[in-house]
């Protein structure tokens, strides 16, 4: 019969194993060994614990009842049960078992039972305990070793340390100690010890046994120490002040060991400290989608800075960029001068099968690599098992061969393997996976047969034949479950090994092909896996072969990957690592007639927010051409159209966006009011920032009025506060007012964010509005800011208190608005990234009779050249020191106050105030209709403010 479990009550304790042994302060040691027990090994009958615990006892049962009294005493509902004892209760040592990766590091808090006394118990119990510790604490090494070996370099090498000494755990083994190498810093006493170790290990066991596991981690580079040399050499070589930077360019064939040395350099760098960022380029074929990629690794979470030079603050001084397969890109010359320009100072060093002319320059480094060095046919065996290619191969065969080390019978075989495959070491690791079904005499015969060619009319060899003999012969013996596999994994960029059941691939297969080297692990600090791109032209070849598998793969992996991310917030990191999988999603799902607009919006929305402007134009550009061709319906084909258009406005594109949207408009999709209405809106955009107000203004009335027809709520709203902008920049307030009290209307029915945010804009759009109570929208101005400093919002509050500023200064009150910029000075000091206005503190140091200080914060303005200032602060800076100029005689002041107030690309509110410091002229006798010459008023402003230094105004 079973027996009740006790329950718990609400106060009972933890019980705590781990460093010690503990419940609540109850410290009885043989009442909580009981406990312990029956806690890890289940329900227990007296008699074995009794046994167990007081075997040298006249009556054990006895004392069992003695200590399980002592422990009901204090803690009644903790073990029940009579003939049988069980317990509610889960220890620490239990819970420490269902931890992953670093997780279970921090839940340990010592060895199980450290330092509690075992008087008295039988060996049997003692060595369960013994058991019991080192169980634990070899889960423990085992989860910091997988936290190290999907960390970067110098996270990597600290939870290396931590598996490597943690507490209890016993003496780590050949394969643990193999796992542990490759993830130290080099040269490191964590390296040198870690060799020692497997030395005398592998001294003591020739044969150390295969882990049944492949690592995921990349394996330590062999062979490339003078290459290695020569790339840290050129990287820290000091630079001219300011530093020029420089590029460097490692060249070869496919698996040649590019990424291998990529990888390498910066575990060295890390190891010196010095600033490094690994950038994988593989399969970016534009420099919109290199350059997204090298800020989506620089501001991981964040959205991608809009230009090259805006990643200069997430860039420290003397970095290095390593670009690594930039195979696809055709215009890799063009980006890299690109980023010489933008981004001054970086050394770049990139890795890719082709020297395109005219990348390198002056002082650049170019480094070609061949096969690894082998020995020659002269050789000893000491020479031989000098050879990197050796170590390489007998490396790689030790993953399926445990018997196999370098003698004085087979030295000549493998090194003449590796010679005869030009020490290339994606074909030595290929063909040393052979050996899971041959002979080693049988894999020389092979290769010496099938890869006998191997030298290219010409001479120059570098293998690239060998690589194919042997590719094409491991695909022969490959399974044909792992073949399947591998060409299912054709229709991926790269993956997280958890989705591989999703796609149809048992996470068995990918350890196999892992093994076999068909896979492997290139993204420090992740799991992340992908097919050796050297091996693509092969896989591809068999995957036309395989025409139902591969439609098939195609829809499981677009199912899986659409599923996922249409579940996601749009900006969610993790969608990042997966963006070129759900491109590829996308098309399958065009292609088979499954995509849907929403899908495509949400894409779009991704790209918006994470500030993937200009690859996103090309991206949704190939969707736009896609949906064409499978003919799939006008809403997906409209919605891909839309969002390419978009992106391009968002790019500054204007052209590019406006001939989309002309096309859109001329064209039969443009009959659907919802997609001629988000079409408007683009080209109203465009127009906006083109500088056509009037034609903006008209396109937004003609979206806002479909979007009235349609009964779009959002949309209406949305180009409403458009349109503010706008109608107030023209100065047509007839119809501002219109659009205030329509958006006024609604405020009450929107939830109370988006309520706030659209006061914020009609507060404003009123502020350069006539005729209103500035007092009223002083009030209004503290309100929000009130509201959005309590919620964290600090770059609106930044923003709402510089608009009380402004309403200050109209009220003449002068010390309330330098109150009121200190305020918002605070919230910049702790958000570096935030900014506040400086022409409000140069018309306050005006104000304040500080007109020195506001010369120099004048000058500072116009000098600025990374935050130079915008045509409206330009033409504000021209209104704020008219009296200054005037004073000091200035002739030219009035011509442009004149200009001023007829151009058409002046705020209508900055024109009023340049008629009235022009005084009571005639406004009709001013020009009108011209545009007015910004570039020529910057040049004018910055003569009158020169910087310090410079010579003074003629």
Same mark, same amino acid.
């Given at each position: 019969?079973?027996?009740?479990?006790?329950?718990?009550?609400?106060?009972?304790?933890?019980?705590?194993?781990?460093?010690?042994?503990?419940?609540?302060?109850?410290?009885?040691?043989?009442?909580?060994?009981?406990?312990?027990?029956?806690?890890?090994?289940?329900?227990?009958?007296?008699?074995?614990?009794?046994?167990l615990?007081?075997?040298?006892?006249a009556?054990?049962?006895?004392?069992?009842?003695?200590?399980?009294?002592?422990?009901?005493?204090?803690?009644?509902?903790?073990?029940?049960?009579?003939?049988?004892?069980?317990?509610?209760?889960?220890?620490?040592?239990?819970?420490?078992?269902?931890?992953?990766?670093?997780?279970?590091?921090?839940?340990?808090?010592?060895?199980?039972?450290h330092?509690?006394?075992?008087?008295?118990?039988?060996?049997?119990?003692?060595?369960?305990?013994?058991?019991?510790?080192e169980?634990?604490?070899?889960?423990?090494?085992q989860?910091?070793?997988?936290?190290?070996?999907?960390?970067?370099?110098?996270?990597?090498?600290?939870?290396?340390?931590?598996?490597?000494?943690?507490?209890?755990?016993?003496p780590?083994?050949?394969?643990? @100690? #193999?796992? +542990?190498?490759?993830?130290?810093? /080099?040269?490191?006493?964590?390296? *040198? &010890?870690?060799? !020692?170790e497997?030395? $005398?290990?592998?001294?003591?066991?020739?044969?150390?046994?295969a882990?049944?596991?492949?690592?995921?981690?990349?394996?330590?580079?062999?062979?490339?120490?003078?290459?290695?040399?020569?790339?840290?050499?050129?990287?820290?070589?000091?630079?001219?002040?300011?530093p020029?930077?420089?590029?460097?360019?490692?060249t070869?064939?496919?698996?040649?060991?590019?990424?291998?040395?990529?990888?390498?350099? @910066? #575990?060295? +760098?890390?190891?010196l400290?010095? /600033?490094?960022?690994?950038?994988? *380029? &593989?399969?970016? !074929?534009s420099?919109a $989608?290199?350059?997204?990629?090298l800020?989506?690794?620089?501001t991981?979470?964040?959205?991608?800075p809009?230009?090259?030079?805006?990643l200069?603050?997430?860039?420290?001084?003397?970095?290095t960029?390593?670009?690594?397969?930039?195979d696809?890109?055709?215009?890799?010359?063009?980006?890299?001068?690109?980023?010489?320009?933008d981004?001054?100072?970086v050394?770049?060093?990139?890795?890719?099968?082709?020297s395109?002319?005219?990348?390198?320059g002056?002082g650049?480094?170019?480094?070609?690599l *061949?096969g690894?060095?082998?020995?020659?046919? $002269?050789?000893?065996?000491?020479?031989?098992?000098?050879?990197?290619?050796?170590?390489?191969?007998?490396?790689?065969?030790?993953?399926?061969?445990?018997?196999?080390?370098?003698?004085?019978?087979n030295?000549?075989?493998?090194?003449?393997?590796?010679?005869?495959?030009?020490?290339?070491?994606?074909?030595?690791?290929?063909?040393?996976s052979?050996?899971?079904?041959e002979?080693?005499?049988a894999?020389?015969?092979?290769?010496?047969?099938?890869?006998?060619?191997?030298?290219?009319?010409?001479?120059?060899s570098?293998g690239?034949?060998?690589?194919?003999?042997?590719?094409?012969?491991?695909?022969?013996?490959?399974?044909?479950?792992q073949?399947?596999?591998?060409?299912?994994?054709?229709?991926?960029?790269?993956?997280?090994?958890?989705?591989?059941?999703?796609?149809?691939?048992?996470?068995?297969?990918?350890?196999?092909?892992?093994?076999h080297?068909?896979?492997?692990a290139?993204?420090?600090?992740?799991?992340?896996?992908?097919?050796?791109?050297?091996?693509?032209?092969?896989?591809?070849?068999?995957?036309?072969?395989?025409?139902?598998?591969?439609?098939?793969?195609?829809?499981?992996?677009?199912?899986?990957?659409?599923?996922?991310?249409?579940?996601?917030p749009?900006?969610?990191?993790?969608?990042?690592a997966?963006?070129?999988?759900?491109?590829?999603?996308?098309?399958?799902?065009?292609?088979s007639?499954?995509?849907?607009?929403?899908?495509?919006?949400?894409?779009?929305?991704?790209?918006?927010?994470?500030g993937?402007?200009?690859?996103?134009?090309?991206?949704?550009?190939?969707?736009?051409?896609?949906?064409?061709?499978?003919?799939v319906?006008?809403?997906?084909?409209?919605?891909?159209?839309?969002?390419?258009?978009?992106?391009?406005?968002?790019?500054?594109?204007?052209?590019?966006?406006?001939?989309?949207?002309?096309?859109?408009?001329?064209?039969?999709?443009?009959?659907?009011?919802?997609n001629r209405m988000k079409?408007?809106?683009?080209?109203?955009?465009?127009?906006?920032?083109?500088?056509?107000?009037?034609?903006?203004?008209?396109?937004?009335?003609?979206?806002?009025?479909?979007?009235?027809?349609?009964?779009?709520?959002?949309?209406?709203?949305?180009?409403r506060?458009?349109?503010?902008?706008?109608?107030?920049?023209?100065?047509?307030?007839?119809?501002?007012?219109?659009?205030f009290?329509?958006?006024?209307?609604?405020?009450?029915?929107?939830?109370?964010?988006?309520?706030?945010?659209?006061?914020?804009?009609?507060?404003?759009a009123?502020?350069?509005?006539?005729?209103e109570?500035?007092?009223?929208?002083?009030?209004?101005?503290?309100?929000?800011?009130?509201?959005?400093?309590?919620?964290?919002?600090h770059?609106?509050?930044?923003?709402?208190?510089?608009?009380?500023?402004?309403?200050?200064?109209?009220?003449?009150?002068?010390?309330?608005?330098?109150?009121?910029?200190?305020?918002?000075?605070?919230?910049?000091?702790?958000?570096?990234?935030?900014?506040?206005?400086?022409?409000?503190?140069v018309?306050?140091?005006?104000?304040?009779?500080?007109?020195?200080?506001?010369?120099?914060?004048?000058?500072?303005?116009?000098?600025?050249?990374?935050?130079?200032?915008?045509?409206?602060?330009?033409?504000?800076?021209?209104l704020?020191?008219?009296?200054?100029?005037?004073?000091?005689?200035?002739?030219?002041?009035?011509?442009?106050l004149?200009?001023?107030t007829?151009?058409?690309?002046?705020?209508a509110?900055?024109?009023?105030?340049?008629?009235?410091?022009?005084?009571?002229?005639?406004?009709?006798?001013?020009?009108?209709?011209?545009?007015?010459?910004?570039?020529?008023?910057?040049?004018?402003?910055s003569?009158?403010?020169?910087?310090?230094g410079?010579?003074?105004?003629?």
């Open positions: 019969m079973t027996e009740p479990a006790p329950t718990l009550t609400p106060t009972t304790p933890a019980l705590s194993t781990l460093g010690g042994l503990d419940l609540g302060g109850f410290r009885k040691v043989k009442s909580l060994l009981l406990l312990v027990y029956v806690a890890l090994e289940g329900p227990t009958p007296r008699r074995t614990l009794a046994t615990l007081w075997p040298g006892a009556r054990p049962e006895g004392s069992l009842r003695v200590a399980l009294h002592a422990l009901r005493e204090v803690h009644p509902d903790v073990l029940g049960g009579e003939d049988r004892l069980i317990t509610p209760l889960t220890s620490d040592a239990a819970h420490l078992l269902t931890l992953r990766g670093e997780a279970a590091w921090d839940a340990y808090d010592g060895p199980f039972l330092g509690v006394p075992l008087t008295g118990v039988s060996a049997e119990f003692e060595e369960w305990v013994e058991t019991q510790r169980r634990l604490a070899r889960h423990v090494q989860e910091a070793l997988r936290a190290a070996e999907t960390a970067d370099p110098a996270r990597a090498a600290d939870w290396a340390a931590r598996a490597h000494r943690t507490p209890a755990a016993p780590p083994d050949a394969d643990v @100690l #193999r796992r +542990l190498l490759p993830l130290t810093l /080099p040269g490191s006493p964590l390296e *040198a &010890e870690v060799r !020692a497997l030395g $005398e290990l592998t001294e003591l066991d020739a044969t150390p046994p882990p049944t596991r492949p690592a995921r981690a990349a394996a330590r580079m062999l062979g490339r120490e003078a290459e290695l040399d020569t790339l840290l050499a050129w990287t820290l070589a000091p630079q001219a002040d300011p020029a930077g420089g590029a460097a360019l490692i070869g064939p496919g698996g040649i060991g590019k990424s291998t040395l990529t990888r390498e350099l @910066l #575990r060295e +760098l890390t190891r400290d010095r /600033p490094a960022t690994l950038v994988d *380029a &593989e399969g970016a !074929a420099a $989608e290199l350059s997204a990629r800020a989506a690794t620089l991981p979470g964040q959205a991608a809009p230009t090259l030079a805006a200069s603050d997430h860039l420290p001084p003397h970095a960029v390593l670009l690594d397969g930039a696809a890109l055709n215009d890799l010359p063009d980006l890299l001068r690109a980023l010489r320009r981004l001054p100072g050394r770049w060093v990139i890795s890719s099968r082709r395109p002319p005219g990348l390198l002056e650049d480094l170019l480094l070609p *061949a690894l060095p082998q020995a020659p046919p $002269e050789a000893d065996l000491a020479q031989i098992a000098a050879s990197s290619a050796t170590q390489l191969f007998l490396r790689e065969a030790a993953r399926t061969r445990r018997d196999l080390t370098l003698t004085a019978a030295a000549a075989l493998i090194a003449g393997i590796t010679r005869r495959l030009q020490g290339h070491p994606l074909a030595l690791a290929l063909a040393a052979w050996l899971r079904v002979h080693l005499e894999v020389y015969a092979r290769v010496l047969t099938e890869a006998a060619q191997l030298t290219p009319e010409g001479g120059g570098d690239r034949r060998g690589l194919n003999a042997v590719a094409r012969r491991s695909w022969d013996l490959l399974s044909p479950e073949q399947h596999a591998a060409l299912r994994l054709t229709v991926t960029s790269d993956l997280d090994p958890a989705d591989a059941p999703h796609l149809g691939v048992p996470a068995h297969l990918i350890d196999e092909l892992l093994t080297n068909f896979l492997e290139h993204q420090p600090g992740t799991e992340r896996l992908r097919l050796y791109p050297a091996l693509r032209g092969l896989l591809t070849e068999q995957a036309a072969a395989h025409p139902d598998l591969i439609t098939q793969a195609r829809a499981d992996h677009a199912r899986h990957y659409l599923t996922w991310f249409t579940a996601q749009p900006e969610a990191p993790p969608v990042d997966e963006r070129d999988n759900i491109t590829a999603a996308l098309h399958t799902a065009l292609h007639g499954d995509a849907s607009a929403a899908q495509i919006d949400h894409f779009l929305a991704h790209h918006d927010r994470r993937l402007h200009a690859s996103g134009t090309d991206t949704f550009a190939a969707l736009a051409d896609a949906a064409e061709d499978a003919s319906p006008d809403g997906v084909q409209a919605a891909a159209q839309i969002a390419s258009m978009w992106l391009a406005y968002r790019a500054g594109r204007l052209l590019d966006a406006q001939t989309l949207a002309g096309h859109f408009l001329a064209g039969p999709l443009a009959a659907d009011p919802t079409v408007l809106n683009t080209l109203a955009a465009v127009r906006g920032v083109q500088g056509q107000m009037q034609s903006a203004t008209d396109l937004f009335q003609q979206a806002l009025a479909l979007a009235v027809e349609l009964g779009d709520e959002v949309r209406q709203l949305h180009y506060l458009n349109l503010l902008t706008h109608l107030n920049f023209l100065g047509d307030e007839e119809t501002l007012r219109i659009q009290s329509e958006i006024e209307r609604r405020l009450p029915h929107l939830p109370e964010v988006v309520a706030w945010q659209v006061r914020l804009a009609l507060l404003g009123r502020l350069y509005t006539s005729g109570d500035q007092a009223a929208l002083h009030a209004e101005a503290l309100l929000i800011a009130e509201y959005t400093e309590s919620s964290g919002l770059r609106s509050s930044v923003e709402i208190i510089g608009m009380a500023v402004t309403t200050a200064f109209r009220l003449r009150q002068w010390r309330h608005a330098e109150d009121l910029l200190k305020r918002a000075a605070d919230i910049v000091r702790k958000n570096p990234d935030l900014r506040v206005n400086p022409l409000l503190t018309e306050l140091l005006y104000a304040r009779a500080r007109t020195q200080q506001a010369q120099q914060q004048v000058a500072q303005i116009m000098n600025d050249p990374v935050r130079p200032p915008t045509p409206w602060q330009l033409v504000e800076l021209v704020l020191v008219v009296p200054d100029l005037r004073s000091r005689g200035s002739t030219e002041v009035d011509a442009w004149t200009q001023i007829g151009a058409v690309n002046v705020h509110q900055q024109q009023r105030a340049a008629r009235v410091l022009l005084g009571d002229r005639d406004a009709s006798g001013l020009p009108r209709g011209h545009s007015l010459e910004i570039d020529r008023l910057r040049v004018w402003l003569r009158q403010f020169p910087a310090p410079a010579p003074e105004p003629l």
